[in-house]
């Protein structure tokens, strides 16, 4: 992008260089005879500043003549023919790229937001007189390309995201669970906030995905609902004179016109003699709008002069001959074309035509198919650009789609069996024998006895006899039922737990001390997590932050601990019988948090002791090479 | 097995409307009859008193309602074997349960479901010639009580007796015997036998029928150590949950890891018995309710469950394991040849060493910054004191 990009084009006839500079930020035509003679030359040389730039707008790919439409701000347009596609495929990628940088660099905008207005001001000014086709698909190009031109992967990796406080910032907006843990974590106990985020780089990473992304395009006809205020435009009695009201936004009428080249169409040949507003109230009482948006003409519809011109038109909103014309240029793919394929025509051994093909059979319904499969089309065709697709590439694909799947032979599920191999790669594979530890005190029996002992215990003699006399004690019976009933209570307990997150049994105290401990509970996992994250890291250079966490895990150990003695004592004056079960309740809730506090301490207590032992040694043994003969002088 | 519940003499039509009502209920009781579980000098419980509470309770769940049908497996150290319904050939072969045997018991069982109400005399004599003990004792007790305990009782004794010590030896040492038994067998054969007596396969949708017959499988497990059968027996445990046959584990001896996750997994009741001596009552209080009542109830079941896994490479039950992120295997340390032992995918050698990294508490460059460390650690234990005070206040 440094250096000019430079390309021969044609502008009104002659010949000459466009050049786009990005160190100057302008865009230049001058025509190629300028060299011979500058002084004649110089009133036909084109300079635009690239902040002028308004849009793009290049011709359809199925067009012969690769024209590029550049647009300013001051409404002035000019048309460049350059000598291929390529070459003009490359000038608007230029173009668009230094367009949006420009803009980026000189207001605030977002590019993202940037593409969409060039997306929409090319859509809205098209002319489409002349080609229904282009606005659609010089808004497609224009917007995908600008959007192309961001730089994808800026700001992924793990470094840039971390630093990126912008995004984290709108991360934790969006968030607010997320908000509150940085809240308690950072701001209150000062976890330094990289530590905080280095946990959840996924979560930036696809917040910032997120955040580039635009919302795609929508079937804006079916989002406009018109209330009408007669009744009588639902039975179509009173013809026209039905009130409808819609509202419109000018962005809903561009999509509109992006979307219909028809509505465009009858816009542009319509509005002059026609107000605007005039027009889009026939628009939507009319015909043409029921067809649009897919739904059932009835002979009762309304008649509308105007807007019924436009009924039979093709999707892109040209008529027979203008279709006739327009596809003599286009080449028409293989396997759609009837008259290169005449000789497979089913019909002529006998077959119905196809469904799709006969004249009047279920014209409405099909219509209707119609209608939405267009629709579909031109909304894919706008996102993905089909024009920049190869042909043959295209062909391709058709060609996949065409292949009757259900013919072929199907093939033999190939599963994969998983086995366990090289088991003994490791020197444990047959260590099993001290694994387990219950077996040591059960294998002092030897086979042939525990055999013998469970054949005397077999039941012998009349059933009826067994039966009775294997009745358990009334103190066993009481035990068992004892158990029982203690599960059923417990589990009770738990589901209660499960179902209500704030039961109304629970006094307004007890909550308030509930929600503490709650919060203390989530910081201290917070900090454990980052304790664990770093203490496994066996990165030297996080030596140092290892032992603040390990600091800080203490230090939320303190805090839950506090909370529980302070619920404790709340409740001290009750008897002491209460006392000890509000303390076993509490310590259910807090116990498994506080054991695993503890075992990170000590873990880190442990090692950090063996680990400056180690140095010591260390260095006694350095300090009796080094210095060794030294402290034997003095 | 309306067959033989004696009331054949009783007017069907009235009853009829009745029964259709009330579904019927199949259950499988596996009883583990391994000799390290029950052999010992003083067992929790005797294994005769453990039969007799489970034809007890097997009973009871025959009187809930005349159609209920109820089956018996034994799991031994390296077999299983029906007890109830017997094979039809009952004396003739002492083979153990294979897939031969339970065909038989299978058919033996949808004939009896499908004929209907098939007559006594159908279903009934073989067994009848084939219990010696039937005598005069028989003839007081209900006539189908009598034909399942005679049953169980006899294929009890028939499996145990035959059984050598070669059978329960560990290969290795024949002294000792194993400590395990194939509960993962036993599972497949009653999911096996449940499907098909549920018309699994015939059924079109799978909704009716779990509406047609509801099954349960009750687990009766002495023995611990099951990390052997890790694999099996979460299979069956996955096909039980859709089949929606609830697992239920009544534990008798130490507690076992996946049968807790069994009984979670499909709805089951898990108890570990803290008074073995006591099975009846246990048994009849809390595993008695069918599938059907326990949406009403709260099950007495453990609601702390261990859901560690066993290490595919040493079957060991582990705490913190390796997890292929391609085949989820199981490992219990990091592989030393950068591969998974089970698909061969080749792991990332920079992940690999990030799970073996020693962690470095103390910067190795001298003391200067460990005595900075130190402070720092001091300075940040002196600060939470103030904050729980002013908390507090
Ligand atoms: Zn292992
Ligand atoms: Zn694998």
């Known amino acids: 992008m440094q250096a000019p990009f430079t390309v021969p084009a044609q502008h009104s006839g002659k010949k000459g260089i466009a050049t786009v500079s990005s160190i100057k930020q302008v865009f230049e035509w001058r025509p190629a005879a300028a060299r011979d003679d500058s002084v004649e030359a110089s009133g036909d040389t084109i300079v635009i500043q690239l902040g002028e730039l308004s849009s793009l707008q290049a011709s359809p790919a199925t067009h012969p003549k690769a024209r590029l439409k550049i647009k300013t701000k001051a409404d002035a347009q000019y048309v460049f023919q350059l000598p291929n596609r390529a070459n003009l495929d490359a000038l608007k990628t230029v173009l668009s790229s230094a367009i949006s940088a420009a803009q980026q660099s000189a207001s605030t905008t977002a590019a993202a937001a940037a593409a969409d207005s060039a997306a929409v001001a090319a859509g809205s000014v098209g002319t489409p007189a002349k080609n229904g086709k282009s606005p659609t698909k010089a808004a497609g190009d224009a917007s995908k390309s600008s959007s192309s031109a961001l730089p994808q992967n800026k700001g992924m990796s793990d470094a840039e995201l971390l630093v990126d406080r912008e995004l984290q910032q709108s991360l934790l907006k969006s968030n607010s669970e997320l908000q509150q843990q940085f809240l308690d974590a950072v701001v209150k106990q000062s976890l330094p906030a990289e530590e905080f985020w280095r946990t959840r780089i996924p979560l930036l990473r696809m917040h910032s995905l997120v955040r580039t992304q635009n919302r795609g395009l929508y079937n804006v006809l079916a989002s406009i609902k018109p209330v009408s205020t007669t009744q009588a435009n639902s039975t179509g009695t009173e013809t026209g004179q039905a009130q409808v009201k819609v509202s419109l936004s000018p962005d809903k009428i561009k999509d509109i016109f992006r979307q219909y080249p028809v509505v465009n169409r009858a816009y542009q040949e319509n509005v002059p003699p026609l107000k605007e507003t005039e027009f889009w109230s026939r628009f939507f009482l009319s015909r043409l709008c029921r067809k649009l948006r897919g739904e059932r003409l009835s002979v009762n519809d309304p008649v509308d002069a105007v807007m019924d011109k436009y009924l039979n038109l093709d999707q892109d909103g040209l008529t027979a001959e203008e279709r006739e014309r327009e596809n003599e240029n286009t080449k028409v793919m293989r396997f759609v074309d009837i008259e290169a394929n005449e000789e497979d025509d089913s019909q002529k051994a006998g077959n119905q035509p196809d469904i799709t093909m006969r004249p009047s059979t279920q014209k409405d319904a099909l219509s209707i198919i119609r209608t939405f499969n267009e629709l579909s089309q031109r909304i894919v065709d706008i996102v993905q650009n089909e024009a920049e697709q190869p042909e043959e590439e295209t062909e391709k694909l058709k060609e996949k789609e065409l292949q009757l799947q259900d013919l072929e032979p199907e093939a033999a599920a190939t599963r994969v069996e998983l086995h366990l191999h090289r088991s003994s790669d490791s020197g444990i594979a047959k260590s099993g024998d001290d694994s387990s530890d219950l077996r040591a005190d059960q294998n002092n029996h030897s086979a042939s006895e525990l055999l013998r002992n469970m054949k005397n215990s077999l039941p012998k003699g009349p059933i009826n006899d067994l039966l009775t006399s294997t009745i358990p004690s009334s103190s066993m019976i009481t035990h068992a039922q004892t158990q029982v009933f203690k599960l059923i209570v417990d589990r009770r307990h738990t589901e209660q737990e499960k179902n209500t997150t704030a039961d109304a049994e629970t006094p307004a105290a007890d909550a308030a001390v509930i929600r503490e401990m709650k919060l203390s509970h989530a910081t201290a996992v917070e900090f454990l997590h980052h304790f664990w994250a770093a203490f496994l890291s066996g990165d030297p250079a996080r030596a140092a932050s290892v032992a603040q966490l390990a600091a800080s895990v203490e230090k939320s150990k303190v805090r839950l601990q506090a909370i529980v003695d302070r619920h404790i004592e709340s409740v001290a004056n009750k008897d002491p019988a209460a006392l000890e079960q509000e303390k076993e309740r509490v310590n259910r809730y807090v116990g498994i948090t506080l054991k695993a506090i503890d075992s990170a301490c000590k873990t880190y207590k442990d090692l950090l002791a063996k680990q400056q032992q180690q140095l010591q040694q260390q260095l006694q043994l350095n300090g009796g090479g080094d210095h060794g003969s030294s402290t034997a002088e003095t | ?393």
């Not at chain 2, 007017?11 to 029950?38: N, R, T």
């Not at chain 2, 046959?245 to 890891?257: A, F, N, Q, R």
């Open chain 2, 1 to 393: 097995m309306n067959a033989v519940d004696g009331s054949a003499h009783v007017p069907q039509e009235s009853y009829a409307e009745e029964l259709e009502e009330e579904l019927p209920s199949l259950l499988v009781i596996v009883l583990d009859v391994s000799p390290a579980g029950w052999g010992t000098e003083s067992p929790p419980i005797s294994l005769k008193e453990a039969v007799a509470s489970l034809l007890v309770f097997a009973n009871s769940h025959l009187a809930l309602n005349h159609s209920n049908e109820i089956a018996v497996l034994a799991a031994h150290s390296s077999t299983v074997r029906f007890l109830y319904p017997p094979r039809q050939t009952t004396s003739s072969t002492d083979e153990s349960a294979d897939g031969n045997s339970t065909n038989n018991n299978g058919s033996q069982g949808a004939k009896g479901r499908v004929g209907g109400l098939t007559t006594e005399e159908g279903a009934d004599p073989s067994l009848r010639e084939g219990s010696p003990s039937s005598g005069a004792a028989g003839a007081s007790m209900y006539r189908q009580f009598r034909v399942v305990n005679e049953a169980v009782v006899e294929q009890l004794d028939a499996l145990l007796s035959k059984t050598s010590v070669a059978d329960i030896a560990q290969p290795s040492n024949p002294d000792v015997a194993v400590e395990t038994s194939m509960v993962s067998g036993a599972l497949s054969i009653a999911l096996s036998y449940i499907n098909r007596q549920t018309g699994g396969g015939e059924a079109t949708s799978g909704e009716d029928v779990t509406a047609a017959k509801r099954a349960r499988i009750l687990l009766v497990s002495v023995c611990s150590d099951l990390a052997a059968q890790y694999v099996p027996i979460m299979n069956c445990i996955f096909a039980a949950q859709k089949m929606k046959v609830p697992i239920d584990i009544c534990k008798i001896g130490k507690d076992t890891v996946f049968l807790q996750q069994a009984a979670d997994t499909t709805g089951g009741v898990y108890i570990h018995l803290d008074h073995p001596k006591g099975l009846t009552q246990y048994l009849m209080t809390a595993f008695l309710p069918d599938r059907l009542l326990r949406t009403h109830l709260v099950l007495p079941t453990q609601s702390s469950i261990d859901f560690r896994a066993a290490c595919f490479c040493h079957k060991r039950v582990v705490d913190i394991g390796y997890v292929c992120n391609i085949c989820l295997s199981i490992f219990c340390q990091p592989p030393a040849d950068r591969s998974c032992a089970i698909c061969s995918t080749v792991f990332d050698p920079l992940e690999l060493s990030d799970l073996t990294k020693q962690p470095v508490l103390i910067r190795p460059n001298g003391q200067k910054k460990k005595a900075k460390k130190k402070a720092k650690r001091d300075e940040g234990s002196a600060t939470p004191a103030p904050a729980p005070a002013a908390a507090a206040s």
